[in-house]
């Protein structure tokens, strides 16, 4: 009789990872349906079949095992430690994490550079200390404090919402199918004319994902069918009377509008051009619960998982005396309908 299959083995030939595949077994929300009914169908086709001994063991190794017995990891930011509370994104990441890390028998601990209590230069010597091998960095990147600290000792890998500048492993959210997802959608839809509004200097942090995973949509349309990207200021896109933003609407008429600005649905209100009326509006980045915007939500809890995910397989890689590998993880997200674009497909019919 031929072996059963492994997860592993339904991981290589479903193209995920072991832990995608290991949840979807489970049933667990985190994996998106359509990826998990993939898997499923997979794993009937090869005749896996789960080992109940081993699943009874990893659970009580999971709920018998004592904080005090769980090995530490740290999550590291340079946000005060209001902001990072109280900041969805980052509220919902940790807590992906958080979750994660107790799943795998490891304890979860945010620690702020912006701590003046605690001096960024000390900070590393503080969670060596406290046997801290691991560590999760998360942005501001740019804070001087980070370059303050030795992060030599430790196993860190970073996550962020947008792509890093590839110094240590990553996760992020898939900007470029973020806006492919979005595009297909806002066509089944009905609309035709799609355009792209970016906060100015937004698009160079992620790599140009958006404005040319957006070009490449556009690219099979006519020269005279395409709009170009508008990208704007904040200060602009709050602005009614922005000229550029007027301009822009006059001369392409666009139908519909992805954008990472959330308020610009505000501004063509009072604009006088209702979202979404006489206007779609489509979200890159809509925030996990937010039922108002359609758009793309980028799974930020999923996100945290992965990170973890990806922390404790670079720290079981370095016990073989290996040096930390780089890779970089892109997790896909979710479209969700909301009230801000409309079916004029099924109007013309």
């Given at each position: 009789?031929?072996?059963?299959?492994?997860i592993?083995?339904?991981?290589?030939?479903?193209?995920?990872?072991?832990?995608?595949?290991?949840?979807?077994?489970?049933?667990?929300?985190?994996?998106?349906?359509?990826?998990?009914?993939?898997?499923?169908?997979?794993?009937?086709?090869?005749?896996?079949?789960?080992?109940?001994?081993?699943?009874?063991?990893?659970?009580?190794?999971?709920?018998?095992?004592?904080?005090?017995?769980?090995?530490?990891?740290?999550?590291?930011?340079?946000?005060?430690?209001?902001?990072?509370?109280?900041?969805?994104?980052?509220?919902?990441?940790?807590?992906?994490a958080?979750?994660?890390?107790?799943?795998?028998?490891?304890?979860?601990?945010?620690?702020?550079?912006?701590?003046?209590?605690?001096?960024?230069?000390?900070?590393?010597?503080?969670?060596?200390?406290?046997?801290?091998?691991?560590?999760?960095?998360?942005?501001?990147?740019?804070?001087?404090?980070?370059?303050e600290?030795?992060?030599?000792?430790?196993?860190?890998?970073?996550?962020?919402?947008?792509?890093?500048?590839?110094?240590?492993?990553?996760?992020?959210?898939?900007?470029?199918?973020?806006?492919?997802?979005?595009?297909?959608?806002?066509?089944?839809?009905?609309?035709?004319?799609i355009?792209?509004?970016?906060?100015?200097?937004?698009?160079?942090?992620?790599?140009?994902?958006?404005?040319?995973?957006?070009?490449?949509?556009?690219?099979?349309?006519?020269?005279?069918?395409?709009?170009?990207?508008?990208?704007?200021?904040?200060?602009?896109?709050?602005?009614?009377?922005?000229?550029?933003?007027?301009?822009?609407?006059?001369?392409?008429h666009?139908?519909?509008?992805?954008?990472?600005?959330?308020?610009?649905?505000?501004?063509?209100?009072?604009?006088?051009?209702?979202?979404?009326?006489?206007?779609?509006?489509?979200?890159?980045?809509?925030?996990?619960g937010n039922?108002?915007?359609?758009?793309?939500?980028?799974?930020?809890r999923?996100?945290?998982?992965?990170?973890?995910?990806?922390?404790?397989?670079?720290?079981?890689?370095?016990?073989?005396?290996?040096?930390?590998?780089?890779?970089?993880?892109?997790?896909?997200?979710?479209?969700?309908?909301?009230?801000?674009?409309?079916?004029?497909?099924?109007?013309?019919?």
């Amino acid at each position: 009789m031929p072996p059963s299959p492994t997860i592993r083995d339904i991981a290589l030939k479903a193209g995920v990872s072991r832990t995608t595949v290991s949840d979807a077994l489970r049933g667990r929300a985190s994996v998106a349906p359509d990826t998990k009914a993939k898997i499923l169908q997979i794993a009937a086709e090869m005749g896996y079949q789960r080992d109940a001994r081993v699943g009874e063991l990893m659970t009580y190794l999971r709920h018998h095992k004592t904080r005090q017995d769980r090995i530490p990891l740290a999550w590291v930011h340079a946000q005060s430690r209001d902001r990072f509370t109280h900041m969805a994104v980052w509220r919902e990441m940790f807590q992906g994490a958080e979750s994660r890390a107790t799943e795998l028998g490891y304890s979860l601990e945010a620690f702020s550079l912006d701590d003046r209590d605690i001096h960024a230069s000390r900070l590393s010597s503080i969670l060596y200390s406290r046997g801290i091998s691991g560590i999760v960095m998360s942005p501001p990147f740019d804070a001087p404090e980070w370059l303050e600290a030795d992060w030599s000792p430790f196993t860190c890998i970073q996550v962020s919402v947008d792509p890093l500048d590839h110094t240590y492993p990553s996760v992020a959210p898939d900007r470029r199918f973020a806006i492919q997802e979005i595009w297909n959608r806002l066509s089944a839809l009905g609309y035709e004319r799609i355009s792209l509004v970016l906060k100015t200097s937004a698009d160079h942090r992620v790599d140009d994902a958006f404005a040319s995973q957006y070009m490449w949509e556009s690219s099979p349309y006519s020269r005279d069918a395409h709009i170009p990207i508008l990208c704007l200021t904040k200060t602009e896109a709050l602005n009614p009377e922005c000229p550029r933003l007027r301009s822009w609407l006059s001369d392409h008429h666009p139908d519909v509008i992805i954008t990472n600005f959330g308020s610009l649905s505000l501004t063509l209100d009072q604009m006088g051009m209702s979202v979404p009326d006489h206007i779609g509006l489509a979200l890159t980045n809509i925030e996990e619960g937010n039922d108002y915007y359609s758009g793309v939500t980028q799974l930020n809890r999923v996100i945290g998982a992965n990170a973890i995910d990806l922390l404790t397989m670079q720290l079981n890689y370095r016990k073989g005396e290996h040096t930390q590998f780089l890779s970089s993880v892109r997790i896909k997200g979710m479209w969700r309908p909301g009230k801000t674009t409309v079916n004029l497909a099924a109007d013309k019919e």
